[in-house]
């Protein structure tokens, strides 16, 4: 059964770098069939999408974050990470990790897409402060 | 860029029916993804593509789309149901981006 797991500091200083780590297990991070996520929600705030990195490389952001975000995977360890640079206290969320579907069904001969988040890690509390 | 709205709170009593609803220009074009969360939980998925339950969820958990609006429907809520309900979708931009919901709180009395 596949399994997320982030990790990373708990605390982190206004103006600095956020940076996590997303660890899969019980499957491969290189499988062409899924792509992966990060989601966070602010304390009492609902879900916001934060970025996806395909299979490919390919790596897609929100439009708010793109500037301060990246995401990168380590195949060889079967990770991966988010780094948000220049974060205050708006940034303050719990992250979550999770694996991306995509799938696609006919109606008639008109294709429609759809995509899923899961599993879900179980998400790790980022505060910012100093 | 896309918007996915939802009713912030809904009610049911035990064992009736009860429609969550999700609006946006996106769904004309995809299907919504729905997740339940419970307090201090990560989100679960309930329901996928145009009417898809992952294993392990009930039956009586199902979805629909019309239009601009996905519903996710729960045939006799149990009170283990009451939870936070988010919907989500590919970005009608077609680039890959997501967007969710700011969801429905689903209390059942």
């Known amino acids: ?130 | 860029s896309s918007e996915l709205t939802q009713d912030p709170a809904v009610s049911v009593a035990l064992g009736q029916t009860v429609r969550i609803t999700c609006q946006g220009d996106s769904l004309r074009s995809y299907y919504a993804s729905w997740y339940q969360q419970k307090p201090g939980q990560a989100p679960v998925l309930v329901i996928y593509g145009k009417n898809n339950r992952p294993s392990g969820i009930p039956d009586r958990f199902s979805g629909s789309s019309s239009g601009n609006t996905a519903s996710l429907t729960i045939t006799g809520a149990q009170a283990e149901d009451e939870a936070d309900y988010y919907c989500n979708s590919r970005d009608s931009s077609g680039n890959h981006h997501v967007v969710f919901g700011g969801g429905t709180k689903l209390t059942v009395l």
Do not use: H
């Open chain 1, 1 to 130: 059964q596949l399994q997320l797991q982030e990790s990373g500091p708990g605390l982190v200083k206004p103006s600095e770098t956020l940076s996590l780590t997303c660890t899969v297990s019980g499957g491969s991070i290189s499988s062409s069939s899924y792509y992966w996520g990060w989601i966070r929600q602010p304390p009492g705030k609902g879900l916001e999408w934060i970025g996806s990195i395909y299979y490919s490389g390919s790596t897609y952001y929100n439009p708010s974050l793109k500037s301060r975000v990246t995401i990168s995977v380590d195949t060889s360890k079967n990770q991966f990470s988010l780094k948000l640079s220049s974060v205050t206290a708006a940034d303050t969320a719990v992250y979550y990790c999770a694996r991306g579907g995509l799938g696609i069904t006919m109606i008639v001969v008109v294709p429609r897409q759809y995509n899923w988040f899961d599993p879900w890690g179980q998400g790790t509390l980022v505060t910012v402060s100093s």
